[in-house]
Nanobody, 125 residues
């Protein structure tokens, strides 16, 4: 059974930094794209960041570019999201996602096949 488990979400002050982690089990994703999405309360899930299979290519939503960094450790089957200069508008449930079909960066939710349960990030002003 494939599982993605996120961790690291918490209540933060604006301007702070936080790292989210996602651990995959049940299969390896070392040849596949992975990503992060988020869903603010009452809104649609939105793309945040994605990384290709090797980790040498990443792509970000404009709203987080320059503040967030996605990385992966294929040996550990994990993907992380380093979030700096947090803003109240970053408040959301953050989801880790993995593809079983694609190797390159992916920005659409439909391109991912596995999802975590989410971790809450709340940024207070």
């Amino acid at each position: 059974q494939v599982q993605l488990v996120e961790s690291g979400g918490e209540l933060m002050q604006a301007g702070g930094s936080l790292t989210l982690s996602c651990a995959a089990s049940g299969r390896t994703f070392s040849s596949n794209a992975m990503g992060w999405f988020r869903q603010p309360q009452g809104k649609e899930r939105e793309f945040v960041a994605t990384i290709n299979w090797s980790g040498n290519t990443a792509y970000y939503a404009d709203s987080v570019k320059g503040r967030f960094t996605i990385s992966r450790d294929n040996a550990k089957n994990t993907v992380s999201l380093q979030m700096n200069s947090l803003k109240p508008e970053d408040t959301a449930v953050y989801y880790c996602a993995a593809s079983s079909r694609f190797t390159s960066v992916l920005t659409r939710a439909l391109q991912y096949d596995y999802w975590g349960q989410g971790t809450q990030v709340t940024v207070s002003s």
